[in-house]
Structure formats: C-alpha cells, structure tokens
C-alpha cells in the first residue's frame, strides 16, 4: 500500500466513525426529545401538592365565603379538583367551544372531592406523559360564541391555562384555609403552619 492510499483509508475510516458518533443518540438528548420532561417536569408535584391542600377542605363549610363577591369555599375546592379535567380536553381535542361543558355533579363531602380529583388527575398525568412533539406544538383553539378566544400551541396552553390556572386557585385556597384557621400545608417552600412539602 502506498502512503498516499494509506492516507485515504485512515480519512475513509475517520470519517465512518463520525457518521456513526452522529447516528446514535446519547442518553441525555434522548431525554430531551420527551416533551413531558422537557416542558412539564414541574406537573407530578403541582398535582401532589394540590391534593395535599385539597384534603384540609372541612366538611360542612361548603356555603362559606371570605367577600360576598367571593366564589364559596365548595365552588372553589370542587373547581380545583375539576381542572385536570380540563387539561384532559386540551390534550385530547384541538378545538373547545366554551360554555359547552356540562355542568358537574355536586361533591357529597371532600372524600367525594377527593376522588374526582384522583380520577382525572391520573389521567391526566397519563395523556401528559404520552404526549408527543407534534401533539405538544400542535394548535390548541378556545372558541366563544363561534369565533376563536385563544389560539396558541397546546403546551403553551397547557402552562397557562392549566398549570398556571391550577395554582392560581391553590392560592385562593390557601387564604380560605388561613381565614377558617385550618393550617395551611406548604407549597414551593414551607407555610406559617408546616414545614416544605415532602419530595
């Protein structure tokens, strides 16, 4: 062999083992292409840690409110334990015609409450953890009266209009337990009565 075909056989070889490093995907990146890691990492916790504040709802306090203007303490637990429900729709639909959800049942007592939300919460979490790229970047439409309201991708939708909609009303929650002197569990961080949530 020459030196000049022993030169193109080592670059023929050196370039073969490139295409091959280019070919498999390292753990990592294989990581990276699961959208429900990547965008909703956060979703396992946000749903524990509302549970957690779910349970302090006392029974027999359904009609209390802090303000007149304020939705009653039943109106905003059973609204809370019903979003996954609405998560669920995004996932599996493209186009949601507000107003168009049938009215839901009223609880019996939070053991009821608790149990719509263990349903649809699993079952979200599931739709969510079998999403793929081209569902998660997907239009998502909110129509009203037969014009579009929102329009948006559904992982963007699903940020907004469930993560962030969900711990918005927690929140509230929070209060209507201080103000009924139940103590109030920990969220991101500890709370005047406890300590941070458990990991």
């Not at 303490?73 to 996954?84: F, M, N, V, Y």
């Not at 599996?92 to 019996?108: I, M, N, R, V, Y």
């Not at 409450?113 to 999403?131: C, M, P, S, T, Y």
Request: hydrophobic share 35%; aromatic share 6%; glycine share 8%.
């Amino acid at each position: 062999m020459t030196p000049k075909s022993a030169t193109s056989t080592a670059k023929a070889k050196k370039a073969s083992s490139k295409a091959k490093t280019k070919k498999a995907p390292s753990k990592s990146s294989s990581k990276l292409q699961d959208p429900a890691k990547l965008l909703f990492g956060d979703m396992e916790g946000e749903l524990r840690t509302t549970r957690r504040a779910l349970e302090r709802v006392p029974n027999g306090k359904d009609d209390w409110r802090p303000h007149p203007k304020s939705k009653s303490l039943d109106e905003l637990a059973t609204h809370i334990a019903q979003l996954p429900g609405l998560g669920i729709r995004i996932v599996t639909q493209d186009l949601f015609e507000g107003g168009s959800a049938p009215p839901q049942p009223k609880p019996a007592d939070n053991a009821a409450r608790l149990k719509i939300f263990d349903d649809v919460a699993g079952e979200f979490q599931r739709l969510v953890n079998e999403l793929t790229w081209d569902q998660a970047m997907g239009t998502w439409t909110l129509m009203f009266q037969g014009k579009p309201a929102i329009q948006a991708p559904r992982a963007e939708i699903l940020r907004t209009v469930m993560f962030n909609h969900l711990a918005h009303h927690r929140a509230q929650l929070g209060v209507y337990l201080r103000l009924l002197n139940i103590s109030v569990p920990g969220t991101y961080g500890p709370s005047a009565d406890e300590g941070p949530p458990p990991r």
